[in-house]
């Protein structure tokens, strides 16, 4: 049996949780099953839930590659073809499963888009006020599940400075952690 296919399809079945593969997971195990007549059901089913374990346990737990083959090595009753399997798969996916990881433990809203103009006041009351640039800003804000929200506001020359300076300021402490 081709082992490396068999971790393949447990990470896109449990891990990656890719729409083809849970559409008809039958179909998938069929075609595992197609590759190598002389494999058992019961043994296939028994490989993809050592497998469905050993990479569900590191996708929650954040494993890079080096700790996953720590533990697989640590394993003593497991099979070291199936591990190396294993390990050669999450190799692979790692990165995906590390955005399928963030994007299931983000529960809050987040910028989906932002755009923006720069406007001069032709009218107002107050002369002062007159040619005074000002940006427009509009950004839509919401998360996967619920329909964006808009909202819009403008930002004089000083508010534009200091926000400005506030994003500096989170992107230092961003680029230090």
Not at 34 to 59: F, G, K, W, Y
Request: with cysteine; hydrophobic share 40%.
């Amino acid at each position: 049996m081709d082992l490396e296919a068999v971790a393949e399809a447990a990470m896109r079945l449990y891990v990656l949780e890719d729409p083809r593969a849970i559409a008809d997971p039958a179909a998938l195990k069929q075609r595992l099953l197609a590759m190598d007549p002389s494999v058992q059901p019961e043994a296939l089913e028994e490989q993809l839930t050592i497998c469905r374990a050993r990479l569900e346990e590191a996708a929650a737990a954040g494993y890079n590659s080096a700790q996953l083959e720590g533990v697989l090595k640590g394993e003593e009753s497991g099979d070291p073809a199936l591990s190396e399997a294993i390990l050669v798969v999450w190799r692979r996916n790692e990165s995906k499963v590390q955005e399928v990881v963030r994007s299931k433990s983000f529960w809050g809203n987040k910028l989906q888009r932002m755009s923006w103009r720069v406007d001069v006041t032709s009218q107002s009351r107050r002369v002062e006020e007159i040619n005074q640039p000002c940006a427009i800003v509009e950004v839509q804000i919401g998360s996967q599940a619920s329909n964006p929200e808009f909202v819009r506001f403008e930002m004089e020359k000083e508010m534009l400075s200091q926000m400005h300076e506030e994003v500096q300021k989170l992107q230092s402490l961003i680029s230090q952690s």
